[in-house]
């Protein structure tokens, strides 16, 4: 068993011999990780697709918690869904508002959605589109409800963050395998677009050496962001549309809907990832957190690669002659 050493223990092991010394820091760091762990996730916690099942069944629903941001919240939904089809009980999702951003991973850009993870407005949003999903009997904002599922605790440090896939990390917290090579989010397709290229880039997670200006050879290109994302872009690219969109429902029956979509780690890939549209992320070295898996997914890093992607793509979504 593992005994931690005092100051004195520490560094007569140090001085005496090295090669022990690191292997006891090796073992502390493994240590301490559990203690921190233990402490956050408890006995009583629904850590195991089992424990989930079992607390299910007595109590016939199953409440659970997520405090944002929007987008994490997006990538809890294959976890969600897939606690929904093992249980087969009602799930109801709550979402905690107005909890303080961390700090960035990462990026020293603001947060498109302010300084709090769900505030109202971006709650109305999300939840009118949430409501949609059938395997959610409903979306509530939080107050005081039971839970039984707290999905927070993908933040307590006990899992990397910076590099490990987002979409997994519910599935840590509570024992359930997400299947993420399937669509997760089932809306309506706006066809409309459905000869569009649909970009969205955020100014957080950008990769440096990508240059977008070539885009302005297409003329079916469609900006879904907010107004200072759109008028970055349009430096580059002079006849850029941008489409305000009024709701999260419309934003992603629009990507649903259109011919590809390109996007770096922000809230409209989100979506587009749920979706299984065909889809090209923008790969982001310092947090390579978004994993494309699935049907129609494509990722870059290079500008070859892009522009090899979108030429390719756009060509076959064209109608044959």
Not at 47 to 57: F, M, P, S, W
Not at 137 to 163: A, C, G, M, W
Not at 190 to 213: H, P, Q
């Amino acid at each position: 068993m593992f005994k931690k050493k005092n100051l004195i223990g520490k560094l007569w092991l140090k001085y005496r011999d090295y090669h022990k010394y690191k292997q006891y820091k090796w073992e502390l760091k493994n240590y301490t990780e559990q203690e921190a762990l233990n402490f956050f996730m408890g006995d009583e916690r629904l850590d195991t697709q089992e424990k989930i099942v079992e607390v299910a069944k007595k109590e016939g629903l199953l409440n659970i918690i997520h405090s944002g941001n929007a987008g994490d919240v997006i990538y809890a939904l294959p976890t969600i869904k897939k606690i929904a089809e093992v249980t087969g009980v009602p799930v109801f999702l709550y979402l905690r508002l107005n909890q303080p951003l961390p700090d960035p991973i990462f990026s020293n850009k603001p947060h498109s959605m302010g300084a709090v993870m769900i505030g109202n407005g971006t709650a109305t949003k999300l939840i009118t589109l949430l409501k949609t999903q059938s395997y959610l009997s409903d979306v509530r904002v939080y107050e005081n409800q039971k839970i039984h599922i707290d999905l927070d605790f993908f933040r307590s440090k006990t899992i990397p963050l910076t590099n490990s896939n987002i979409a997994r990390w519910c599935g840590y917290v509570t024992g359930v395998t997400p299947e993420l090579w399937r669509p997760w989010l089932f809306v309506e397709p706006d066809t409309t677009f459905n000869d569009k290229i649909v970009l969205a880039r955020s100014e957080r997670y950008r990769n440096s050496t990508i240059d977008y200006s070539f885009l302005k050879n297409y003329d079916n290109v469609v900006f879904l962001g907010i107004p200072a994302e759109y008028e970055d872009m349009k430096k580059h690219i002079p006849g850029l549309k941008l489409h305000d969109t009024s709701s999260f429902l419309e934003m992603a029956q629009i990507i649903a809907g259109c011919r590809f979509f390109i996007g770096n780690q922000s809230f409209p890939y989100s979506l587009a990832e749920a979706l299984k549209c065909p889809r090209i992320l923008e790969g982001y070295y310092h947090v390579p957190h978004v994993i494309p898996e699935g049907e129609n997914a494509h990722d870059f890093y290079f500008q070859n690669h892009l522009e090899s992607l979108v030429k390719r793509l756009n060509q076959a979504g064209q109608p044959k002659n």
